[in-house]
């Protein structure tokens, strides 16, 4: 089986302490087994290595059977095995002799003294060690400002290095917050004030409302009560009585 001619999708074999068992290594890029998948037909690829092939073919690599990619499956134990393997820094070369398994190799690499790391200063393209950046940015001719290096996160000239206080700037940081949250509590004191006031006013006038409708509905009521208490008959004789006066 040759190589596959494009990027390989396998761990490089110089990345690990000790050859890697036969067994590990992916046919199609001959590196070593980077998230498995079996074939229907049992051989086993890299993911990225198998479904380049079957981009263009669509059979096995080994065997040339048929393959369908809805019955490929990902062979989790394997890839456990293999993230315990032993394997060198990728830094090795640059002096790192640190060990750790695949699994681990990231978490080292973010941590790794010899990791090339670029200057955050804008303006400066030098790529440094981690280990030697901080050295490289006391001396940075494109720092113009950065950070104190006791932590308390002031952004500083290089001039103002001499007279920074950290103590100082803290206090001075604090008192600004502290005046900032008295207004703040002031002007939500002003704000509940005006609230109760109106909240008043409402209950007040709801109360008079209130008074003013049962005023109205006891005279109405009282109304309705006269109004039965007349006979039909006396309101008649009433209303004769007025025009036999008036007859006269």
């Not at 980077?34 to 229907?40: A, E, G, Q, T």
């Not at 699994?103 to 790391?117: I, T």
Request: net charge positive; glycine share 6%; aromatic share 4%.
């Amino acid at each position: 089986m040759l190589a596959w001619p494009f990027q390989s999708g396998g761990y490089d074999l110089n990345l690990f302490t000790s050859p890697p068992d036969s067994n590990f290594l992916c046919s199609v890029c001959h590196g070593v087994l980077k998230r498995p998948m079996r074939l229907p037909c049992s051989h086993i690829f890299c993911k990225k290595c198998i479904l380049r092939w079957l981009a263009r073919q669509k059979t096995c690599p080994c065997c040339r059977k048929e393959v369908k990619r809805k019955k490929m499956v990902h062979v989790n134990k394997l890839r456990k095995t293999i993230g315990h393997l032993e394997v060198k820094c990728k830094n090795a070369e640059a002096g790192c002799l640190v060990t750790c398994p695949l699994a681990h190799r990231k978490g080292h690499q973010n941590s790794c003294p010899f990791e090339l790391m670029a200057c955050p200063n804008a303006g400066c393209m030098v790529q440094i060690p981690r280990g030697a950046l901080a050295e490289h940015l006391q001396h940075c001719q494109h720092g113009t400002q950065q950070r104190c290096a006791l932590g308390c996160g002031a952004t500083l000239d290089p001039t103002e290095h001499v007279t920074h206080n950290c103590h100082c700037e803290l206090r001075e940081a604090w008192g600004q917050r502290q005046d900032r949250s008295q207004t703040l509590v002031l002007c939500l004191l002003q704000h509940v004030r005006k609230v109760h006031h109106t909240t008043s006013l409402i209950c007040r006038q709801l109360a008079q409302l209130g008074n003013f409708l049962e005023n109205d509905a006891l005279l109405l009521s009282a109304q309705q009560e006269d109004a039965e208490a007349t006979p039909e008959g006396s309101i008649g004789a009433e209303v004769w009585g007025v025009q036999d006066q008036s007859t006269l």
